[in-house]
């Protein structure tokens, strides 16, 4: 067993569930499982601890969900340089940023996401995941595919699984990621600016500005990267671009925003888009609960319509 002391509240289902990564599935009393990279973990907190039921690396845990980060102080920061979005808040949650260990995997794993809902998208992940390597002592996990084994699936397989037109984009987007020289390939962006990372990974098949902004942010811990879907758009909306309301998200409006949450927030960007995102996707989920009284549905993730 291995017990981690909390800096701070933590909702560990909400962390794992609100769309930063899609390997995580509840299991019963309060646990949870979840694999990043070659790692699975069963875990819970408790009190003030989060308790996980085998050995982990304590070091890994603290990066996964970004321990380092004083929260509070990044809100504050936050509501002083935009006080007008302390309604959209709300309170503190306890969500915390991801930092996944794996780019490849979270950049397969956010090609799934493209105008699709989390539920959805987690199906695809595992069709995904049950063709990489077991993980040793988590019987129940999986490693991520190698991108040898992702650019040799056949797009008729994938469409057979209900991938629909991501089918196409996956074997191309691991294949290209292979001519550039492959997994250290992804790893060495993390040293680029942000806008060239970001500019790079544009150029992948698949990859449109929102799953290139989340490739950023968790993928390469970019925290100056702002990915904006559906629930992001509302909220920017209502807040800083009034102006847009009715309008549609395209490629120049998305740019705008990104530029706008970087001018006030600079590298915490992302840690406000993500505060805005998780207010929205609760309010969104809790009236499609009260309207249909399905505790699952889930509103679409969606990329700029240009994108």
Request: proline share 7%; glycine share 10%.
């Amino acid at each position: 067993m291995t017990s981690l002391n909390l800096p701070g509240p933590f909702d560990l289902g909400l962390t794992l569930d609100c769309g930063q990564m899609f390997r995580a599935e509840r299991g019963k009393d309060g646990w949870w499982q979840f694999v990043d990279g070659p790692n699975a973990y069963v875990a819970k907190v408790e009190g003030q601890r989060l308790e996980f039921d085998r050995p982990v690396s304590a070091e890994k845990v603290r990066a996964l969900f970004s321990f380092d980060l004083d929260l509070a102080g990044l809100r504050s920061r936050a509501l002083a340089a935009a006080p007008e979005l302390h309604a959209s808040f709300g309170d503190p949650t306890g969500l915390r940023p991801m930092r996944l260990s794996c780019p490849v995997e979270v950049l397969f794993c956010f090609l799934c996401s493209q105008n699709n809902h989390i539920p959805r998208i987690k199906g695809m992940v595992a069709h995904l995941a049950d063709r990489g390597e077991p993980i040793p002592g988590a019987e129940w996990a999986r490693r991520f595919p190698s991108l040898e084994v992702l650019a040799g699936m056949e797009e008729s397989t994938l469409r057979g699984l209900g991938f629909g037109y991501r089918a196409r984009a996956i074997p191309l987007c691991a294949q290209a990621i292979a001519a550039e020289g492959g997994v250290a390939w992804l790893h060495s962006l993390k040293s680029e600016p942000y806008e060239r990372a970001h500019r790079v990974l544009l150029a992948l098949p698949g990859v449109g500005p929102k799953v290139a902004d989340c490739v950023c942010l968790h993928g390469l811990h970019m925290g100056e990267a702002v990915p904006v879907d559906v629930h992001v758009w509302r909220r920017v909306v209502e807040v800083f671009f009034p102006e847009w309301s009715g309008k549609d998200l395209d490629p120049r409006r998305y740019r705008l925003i990104g530029e706008r949450f970087r001018s006030r927030f600079r590298a915490e960007a992302g840690f406000v888009q993500q505060l805005l995102f998780v207010r929205s996707l609760r309010s969104s989920r809790s009236v499609a609960r009260s309207a249909l009284g399905d505790p699952n549905i889930d509103e679409a993730i969606a990329e700029p319509r240009a994108g």
